[in-house]
């Protein structure tokens, strides 16, 4: 069963960069054709999809979060991390990693971290 726990400061000030760690336990994230996603949920909002990083390293990022987002992987610690820069209140959200066999589907989920950015 893979399993998944996200990690990382929970209260930002505007300005700052975000950095999440998603460590992944039960597969491992270089099997071939899973996708490593990043989702977050803004309170009272829908889910948004930040990006995902690819079994072989490729990452992809939403247009609206692009030239703001970074997501990398260590393969020897089996976990991958989103940094997110310049934050704002507007990026207050759950942040969620999540997993799967497509990169549209998200099979496995972590529980979930709240991240608030205010000063």
């Known amino acids: 069963q893979v399993q998944l726990q996200e990690s990382g400061p929970g209260l930002l000030k505007p300005s700052q960069t975000l950095s999440l760690t998603c460590a992944v336990s039960g597969g491992s994230i270089t099997t071939r054709y899973y996708f490593w996603s990043w989702i977050r949920q803004p309170p009272g909002k829908g889910l948004e999809w930040i990006g995902y990083i690819a079994y072989s390293g490729t990452t992809h990022y939403s247009p609206s979060l692009k030239s703001r987002t970074s997501i990398s992987r260590d393969t020897s610690k089996n976990q991958f991390t989103l940094q997110l820069s310049s934050v704002t209140p507007e990026d207050t959200a759950v942040y969620y990693c999540?997993?799967?066999?497509?990169?549209?589907?998200?099979?496995?989920w972590g529980q979930g971290t709240q991240v608030t950015v205010s000063s």
């Open positions: 999540a997993g799967g066999p497509d990169s549209t589907r998200h099979d496995y």
